[in-house]
C-alpha cells in the first residue's frame, strides 16, 4: 500500500507569509496527486487535483507541483483565511489514500 | 448549484448493519464516478469506496472490504453505502463525494455533502 507522508505536522507562519507544505509517497503516483483544505466543521475543500491543476473558484495563490513520489502545495501569501490543515491525497493503484496533514497555524 | 446530503447515519450496536444514501443535484449524476470518504473524530479523512458512472467499475479500501457495499441508482440522482458487521472503528462522518475529473473513478473529489455521522458502539 502506497503511503504518504506530509510535511511538516505544523507550520506556523503569518499572514503575507509564503507558505510551503510537502507530500512525499513511498512510491510513484505519477501525477495523480490531490490538496485539500479542511476547517473546523466543516469538509474538505478540493485545492488542487492531478498535481498542479487549481480547482473551480480556487485562488491563483495556491500552486501545486511535483511529481512522483514529491509534491508540494505553495501558498503564495497567506491570508487569515488560509489557517486550516491541509492533506494530501493520492490515486493510484485505485486506492484514494489521504496524507496525515499538516496544520498551518497563524504564528 | 451542486449539492450532495447524506443521510442514514445513527448510533448502532457492533455487528449491526446500517444504509447510508446521498442524494445529489445540480448537476448530471449519471456523468460522474462517486466517492465514500469518512472521517473519525480528530481523525483525517480516510477514502471508503469509489463507483464509476455506470456503476461498472468499483472499489474498496481493504479496512471495509468484504463489509461494505457501495451501489447508486442514476434514475434517482443517488449514491449508497451498505455497511454490514460494523465495527466500533468505523465510528466517522460519512462523506459522499463528487469524482473529479471525468471520467476518472478513483480520483480527487471536487465537491462534498456535509455528512451523516455513524456511531457504533456498544
Known amino acids: 500500500e502506497i503511503v504518504l507522508t506530509q510535511s511538516p505536522a505544523t507550520l506556523s507562519l503569518s499572514p503575507g507569509d509564503r507558505a510551503t507544505l510537502t507530500c512525499r509517497a513511498s512510491?510513484?503516483?505519477?501525477?495523480?496527486l490531490a490538496w485539500y483544505q479542511q476547517k473546523p466543521g466543516q469538509a474538505p475543500r478540493l485545492l488542487i487535483y492531478?498535481?498542479?491543476n487549481r480547482a473551480t473558484d480556487i485562488p491563483a495563490r495556491f500552486t501545486g507541483s511535483g511529481s512522483g513520489t514529491d509534491f508540494t502545495l505553495t501558498i503564495s501569501s497567506l491570508e487569515p483565511a488560509d489557517f486550516a490543515v491541509y492533506y494530501c491525497?493520492?490515486?493510484?493503484?485505485?486506492?484514494?489514500?489521504f496524507g496525515q496533514g499538516t496544520r498551518l497555524e497563524i504564528k | 448549484e451542486v449539492q450532495l446530503v447524506e443521510s442514514g447515519g445513527g448510533l448502532v450496536k457492533p455487528g449491526e448493519s446500517l444504509r447510508l444514501s446521498c442524494a445529489a443535484s445540480?448537476?448530471?449524476?449519471?456523468?460522474?464516478?462517486m466517492n465514500w470518504v469518512r472521517q473519525a473524530p480528530g481523525k483525517g479523512p480516510e477514502w471508503v469506496s469509489s463507483?464509476?458512472?455506470?456503476?461498472?467499475?468499483?472499489y474498496y479500501a481493504d479496512s471495509v472490504k468484504g463489509r461494505f457495499t457501495i451501489s447508486r441508482d442514476n434514475a434517482k440522482n443517488s449514491l449508497y453505502l451498505q455497511m454490514n458487521s460494523l465495527r466500533a472503528e468505523d465510528t466517522a462522518m460519512y462523506y459522499c463525494?463528487?469524482?473529479?475529473?471525468?471520467?476518472?473513478?478513483?480520483?480527487?473529489?471536487?465537491?462534498w455533502g456535509q455528512g451523516t455521522l455513524v456511531t457504533v458502539s456498544s
Open positions: 463525494a463528487r469524482v473529479t475529473p471525468p471520467p476518472s473513478v478513483v480520483a480527487a473529489s471536487d465537491y
Open positions: 445540480g448537476f448530471t449524476f449519471s456523468s460522474y464516478s
Open positions: 463507483i464509476s458512472s455506470n456503476s461498472y467499475y468499483i
Open positions: 512510491q510513484s503516483v505519477g501525477n495523480y
Open positions: 492531478d498535481a498542479s
Open positions: 491525497q493520492q490515486r493510484s493503484n485505485w486506492q484514494g489514500i
